[in-house]
C-alpha cells in the first residue's frame, strides 16, 4: 500500500507534468476532488503537493476562491532566463577534464542523437518529443556538476522555459537548436568548457530572444 509521502510524489509529478506540458493551461482552475479521483488518491497528498508547487510559483491560490494554473509574463520568462544563463554557464566553465573522461559515453550517445534530429512535423506529440529530447540534453549537463542542490535548482528553471515552449507551439527552432547544441557538445568533447560556455551563453540568449518574440 503506498504511503501518504509516495501519493504526495504521485500528485506532485503529475501536477507538475500537466503543469508544465500546459495540458493544463496559464489560468486554468485546479480541482483538488477531480485530480484525486483522477489519480486514486485522498484529497490530502493532492492538496500537500499544491502547497509545494505554490511555493514553486506553478500555481496561484486565490483566498476563499479557487486555484489557478499561474500565469507567465514577459517579465517571468526574462528572470527564467537570466537565471539559467548564470547557473548553466557556470556549471559548463566548471567541467574537468575527468568529468569529461567520466562522462563521455553518455556525452557521444547524446551528440548522437543531435546528429539524428532532423526536421520534426508539425503535430503536438512530434514537437513534445523534440522539447523532451531538448529537456535531457540541458539535464545532462548540467548533472556533470554532481552538485545536487544545482542539478535541482537547475532543472526547475529548465521546466519553466520548457513551459513557455509548450504554450508557443512550432515558434521553437528546431534546427538552430540542433546546431547549437552541437556546438556545446563538440567543445566539452574536445576539453574545452570554456568556448563551451561561449556556445551555451549565445544558445541560451537566442532561445530567450525568441521566447520574448513570440509571447
Wanted: charged content about 25%; overall charge negative.
Amino acid at each position: 500500500m503506498a504511503s501518504s509521502y509516495d501519493n504526495k510524489i504521485l500528485a506532485l509529478n503529475y501536477l507538475k507534468e500537466q503543469i508544465i506540458t500546459c495540458a493544463m493551461p496559464p489560468g486554468s482552475a485546479i480541482n483538488v476532488n477531480e485530480i484525486a479521483a483522477r489519480l486514486n488518491i485522498s484529497k490530502t497528498p493532492v492538496r500537500e503537493a499544491l502547497l509545494e508547487l505554490q511555493y514553486e510559483n506553478y500555481i496561484t491560490v486565490i483566498p476563499r476562491k479557487k486555484t489557478i494554473v499561474s500565469r507567465i509574463s514577459l517579465k517571468d520568462l526574462e528572470y527564467v532566463y537570466d537565471a539559467r544563463s548564470l547557473v548553466e554557464i557556470h556549471i559548463i566553465r566548471g567541467i574537468s577534464p575527468e568529468d569529461v573522461k567520466r562522462n563521455r559515453e553518455t556525452l557521444e550517445r547524446l551528440r548522437e542523437k543531435w546528429l539524428e534530429l532532423s526536421s520534426i512535423e508539425q503535430t503536438k506529440t512530434a514537437y513534445s518529443q523534440f522539447l523532451q529530447a531538448d529537456l535531457q540534453f540541458h539535464s545532462s549537463l548540467i548533472q556533470l556538476c554532481e552538485n545536487p542542490h544545482l542539478v535541482h535548482f537547475c532543472q526547475e528553471l529548465i521546466y519553466k522555459s520548457q513551459r513557455f515552449w509548450y504554450m508557443a507551439l512550432f515558434n521553437n527552432q528546431v534546427d538552430r537548436v540542433q546546431q547549437e547544441h552541437l556546438q556545446i557538445l563538440d567543445a566539452i568533447l574536445a576539453g574545452n568548457p570554456e568556448k563551451a560556455a561561449e556556445y551555451e551563453q549565445a544558445h541560451i540568449s537566442a532561445s530567450k530572444a525568441l521566447s520574448i518574440l513570440s509571447d
